[in-house]
C-alpha cells in the first residue's frame, strides 16, 4: 500500500503562486510514475502533469509554460509548482502514484482562485 498526502492549497488571487507537495509513504518501492490531477466544480477530472521515475515529465498541454512538477527523492515527495493562477484553476488537485498495476489516489487538497 501507498499513502499519498497532499497539502499546500488555498485560496489566492489571480496571477499568483502556489507550490502543492505530495508526500508518499508505505510500500514506495517501484513507484513508476506520480501525477497530479485536478477536478474543478462541475467537471470531469482531468490531468495536470506527471513525473516518471527517471525524472521525466510530461504536462496537459493548457498548462504547459504556467504548471511545473518535480521530485525530491530524498523526502518521497512530489511537488507541483502553479504559477500565474487563474480563477479556472480552481479545483480540487489530487496526487496519484502507479505502482505496477496499482493507483493510488491522496484525498486531494483545494485551491480557489479569486480576488
Known amino acids: 500500500q501507498v499513502q499519498l498526502v497532499e497539502s499546500g492549497g488555498g485560496l489566492v488571487e489571480p496571477g499568483g503562486s502556489l507550490r502543492l507537495p505530495c508526500a508518499a509513504s508505505?510500500?514506495?518501492?517501484?513507484?513508476?510514475?506520480m501525477a497530479w490531477y485536478r477536478q474543478g466544480p462541475g467537471k470531469q477530472r482531468e490531468f495536470v502533469a506527471h513525473i516518471l521515475s527517471n525524472g521525466i515529465s510530461g504536462y496537459a498541454d493548457s498548462l504547459k509554460g504556467r504548471f511545473t512538477i518535480s521530485r525530491d527523492n530524498a523526502k518521497n515527495t512530489v511537488y507541483l509548482q502553479m504559477n500565474s493562477l487563474k480563477p479556472e484553476d480552481t479545483a480540487v488537485y489530487y496526487c496519484?502514484?502507479?505502482?505496477?498495476?496499482?493507483?493510488?489516489w491522496g484525498q486531494g487538497t483545494q485551491v480557489t482562485v479569486s480576488s
Open positions: 508505505g510500500s514506495i518501492f517501484n513507484i513508476n510514475l
Open positions: 496519484s502514484s502507479v505502482q505496477g498495476p496499482k493507483v493510488y
